[in-house]
């Protein structure tokens, strides 16, 4: 087992990992991943105490503990590039020896929590509601970067390029499934269930037109109709493929909740999106507590 080089795992002058700011003793065996930096003291709030408080660029953590449950919060800001960077400084924490520089033998896997907000594609679905994404499609092109195909679900990624026929100048789409026991932890009567497709980006990747024309207009509505099995694409959002097919690589486990702040079907949006992600938060915490 080699040693890594310092230019692939980056420290900071006081030995943590480079982005994130951390050290292992300061990360807990479940974390809550938000994309806004001010969301993660909206989580913490709650904590009854907190033990550490850290920061660099978008990247705050905030970890302590919940009803005998010790947590780390922590914002990644928006898009799976950020995520690329997040969860694999997350598993370095966990997973490599900083001193050494060499992966440890035994392993750790963590509980990955997302908590975000979401636009919905189907009419159902209404604002305020909260989903949790069973399956996530990847649109963004970042887990071809990896040897993946073993965590790719292969059968449905196909008939997803078929029903859609995607286009050949964008990214072959790919589709990781949540960790099932923690889909089962979460669930509850109104509770979703959904597929997510993560868009890399949000006005023309996700068909919004400000003064850009669009090279597919009716994105949105191919992605609406799409099937297979029992399985629709419900929402839309930017993270949640790369949580999957990376924690899935690392050996973690991983859930994406989803507060339903708009229908783009319906043309709806939430009257009030703090009280509807303060919901989720809430949600999310009861049910951690008790895994």
Known sequence: ?????????????????????????????????????????????????IETKKGKREFITH?????????SVISTGIGTDNIDIVLNELDALVNIDFK?????????????????????????????????SQYAIGLDGLLHYYQSESVQEADMQEAFIDQIH??????????IAADQGLVQAFQEDHLHLGTTATNVGFYGPQSRVLRLPLSNAKLVDSLSTFHYKNQRITNLE???????????????????LNSIVANRINGTVTQDPKLAMERLIVFALDKISKI
């Open 100 to 132: 050494t520089r060499r992966e440890k033998i035994n392993k750790t896997s963590l509980n990955i929590i997302r908590i975000g907000t979401t636009g919905s594609i189907q009419k159902e679905i209404k604002v305020d509601s909260i989903l949790a």
């Open 63 to 71: 970890t302590g503990w919940y009803d005998m449950q010790r947590i």
């Open 238 to 256: 930017m993270e949640s493929s790369a949580i999957y097919g990376l924690s899935k690589l690392l050996g973690h486990k991983a859930i994406s």
């Open 1 to 49: 087992m080699t040693s890594l080089d310092a230019s692939e795992l980056i420290l900071n002058e006081d030995g943590s990992i480079y982005h994130l700011n951390l050290f292992p003793e300061d990360l807990a065996p479940t974390v809550i991943t938000v994309g806004d930096p001010d969301r993660v003291a909206e989580v913490s709030k709650h904590f009854a105490t």
């Open 166 to 175: 995607w286009p050949s100048t964008h990214p072959k789409p790919y589709i």
